[in-house]
């Protein structure tokens, strides 16, 4: 069934294109993105100073230390 398999390897090109433009925008948004007000693990504040240092984080201080370690 050539048919099928020519339909699903065009399908799969597609899947794979779609996932590298989504990719790019999600790198494209993180750079963008502004420091979060609250850790978006705990959801304690983040002090100003941090946001200031580190652009875009979204983590307090010891939730990155954590999702730097891979526990998160
Ligand atoms: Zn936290």
Redesign the pocket.
């Known amino acids: 069934m050539p048919d099928v398999i020519d339909h699903a390897s065009g399908l799969e090109t597609q899947f794979t294109e779609m996932a590298i433009a989504n990719q790019l925008a999600r790198a494209h948004r993180t750079e963008q993105r502004e420091s979060a007000h609250e850790?978006?693990?705990?959801?304690?504040p983040?002090p100003e100073k941090r946001r200031e240092k580190v652009p875009g984080c979204q983590?307090?201080?010891?939730?990155?230390e954590?999702a730097d370690k891979g526990r998160l």
Do not use: A, H, K, S
């Not at 850790?39 to 304690?44: K, M, R, Y």
């Open positions: 850790c978006g693990e705990c959801g304690n983040i983590y307090c201080t010891t939730c990155q954590l």
